[in-house]
C-alpha cells in the first residue's frame, strides 16, 4: 500500500461522525477563535514592520578605506552643502570640481612617516592630556599638558627635537598633501593656503578629562573652524595593530532615517582628505587600546587666514604666539 492511499483512506475515515464533534466545539467559542486570528496578525503585521524598519532604516556601514589595502587614491564624489558652496564660490582658483573625500597611500613615503612619527613621540614626551586626547600644534607650540595647554616653545630642552631633518621632512610632506588636494578637486594648488589649527594628535582610551578629550562627536570642520575649506589627514598607525578602535567616520545621510556610516581605518603613511562643509560630517571613534598618531592639516581659500611654516624656533622674538 502506498502513502498516499494510507492519507486518502484516514481523510475518508474522518469524514463519518467524528469531526462534527470538533466543528461543534469551534462554533461554541467563536469570540476565541476570531481574537486568535487577530492576534496572529497582528504578531505578523509587527514582526514585517520590526523586519523593514531594520533593513531600511538601520544605519548601513560601508568601509571606504580598509587597513589590508594599500590604495593608490580612492575618491567619492558628493553634492557640496549649500552653505559651503556659496561661501567657496568667492575664491577663485579654489572651487572644487566636485565636493567629496579621497584617501591615498601613495602621498608621503614610508620614511617619512618614520620622521615625523618621532617628532610626535619626541614632542608628547613633553606634556600630554590626563584625558585621552593630547595635541601637539608646531605652529602655535601649543602643546596639551593635563587638562591644559603650554608653550613647546617655552620650554629650552625641547628645542633638542626640532632637527633639520625633522623641520625639512614636515615641510616637504605638507607640500605634497597640499598638491594632492589641489589635483583631486581640480583647483590651483597656489590658491589654497596652510591655516590654523595644524597639529599632531595622540589619542588614548583615557577617560576625557576636559572637553578638548571628546573626540568623537560627530561635527562639520567648517562649523568648528570658520578658516578651513580643506581638511586632510596623514595617519602616522595602523588601526588593529599599533591601536584598536580610533577610526575615522564620515556619517552620511540621504533623510532621516537613512544614513550610512563610512569608514577610513588608519594606516601609516595614508592621506585622506575632504572638502570641511556639511556634505562630510564626520567623527573619530574612541580608541578602545594602544595609542593613535596623526597629523591635521588644514587648509584655507582665504589668505587672510593663511599661516606660514613653523619657525621651530624657541627664540622670544620672532617664536610663535600661543594661540
Ligand atoms: C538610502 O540612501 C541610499 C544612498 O543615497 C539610497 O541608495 C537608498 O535607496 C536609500 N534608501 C531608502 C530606504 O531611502
Ligand atoms: C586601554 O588600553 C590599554 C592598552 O593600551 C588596555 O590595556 C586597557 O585595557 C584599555 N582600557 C579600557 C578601559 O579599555
Not at 25 to 38: D, E, R
Not at 209 to 218: G, L, R, V
Request: aromatic share 10%; charged share 25%.
Amino acid at each position: 500500500m502506498s502513502e498516499s492511499s494510507v492519507r486518502q483512506r484516514k481523510k475518508t475515515g474522518t469524514s463519518d461522525g467524528k469531526p462534527r464533534k470538533a466543528k461543534t466545539t469551534q462554533q461554541s467559542l467563536p469570540g476565541v477563535n476570531q481574537q486568535n486570528k487577530m492576534w496572529a496578525r497582528l504578531v505578523l503585521i509587527v514582526g514585517i514592520a520590526v523586519v523593514v524598519y531594520f533593513t531600511t532604516f538601520r544605519t548601513r556601514e560601508k568601509k571606504f578605506a580598509t587597513q589590508r589595502e594599500t590604495l593608490e587614491l580612492r575618491t567619492q564624489k558628493l553634492d557640496c552643502s549649500k552653505l559651503y558652496f556659496e561661501e567657496i564660490a568667492k575664491y577663485a582658483g579654489c572651487i572644487p570640481a566636485d565636493c567629496g573625500r579621497f584617501v591615498s597611500d601613495k602621498v608621503v613615503g614610508p620614511a617619512e612617516v618614520d620622521v615625523l612619527l618621532n617628532l610626535a613621540k619626541s614632542g608628547f614626551r613633553f606634556g600630554r592630556s590626563s584625558g585621552g586626547a593630547s595635541i601637539l600644534d608646531l605652529h602655535s607650540g601649543a602643546l596639551s599638558k593635563d587638562t591644559q595647554f603650554i608653550n613647546i616653545y617655552k620650554i629650552p630642552e625641547a628645542k633638542a627635537i626640532f632637527s633639520a631633518e625633522h623641520i625639512n621632512t614636515y615641510k616637504h610632506v605638507k607640500d605634497k598633501i597640499q598638491l594632492a588636494v589641489a589635483e583631486n578637486f581640480k583647483i590651483n594648488k597656489d590658491a589654497l593656503f596652510l591655516t590654523h589649527p595644524t597639529f599632531f594628535s595622540r589619542l588614548t582610551n583615557e577617560t576625557a578629562k576636559t572637553i578638548h578629550d571628546e573626540y568623537w562627536h560627530p561635527h562639520v570642520d567648517k562649523e568648528t573652524y570658520n578658516s578651513f575649506h580643506y581638511t586632510t589627514l596623514l595617519y602616522l598607525t595602523d588601526f588593529g595593530k599599533d591601536f584598536t578602535g580610533g577610526r575615522f567616520v564620515f556619517i552620511d545621510s540621504a533623510g532621516k532615517h537613512n544614513k550610512t556610516n563610512v569608514y577610513i581605518e588608519p594606516k601609516r603613511g595614508r592621506v585622506s582628505g575632504f572638502t570641511s562643509g556639511a556634505e562630510n560630517l564626520h567623527h573619530v571613534e574612541q580608541v578602545s587600546a594602544g595609542v593613535r598618531y596623526a597629523i591635521t592639516i588644514s587648509f584655507t581659500c582665504n589668505q587672510e587666514h593663511a599661516m606660514g611654516d613653523p619657525k621651530f624656533s624657541l627664540d622670544e622674538d620672532d617664536g610663535p604666539e600661543l594661540m
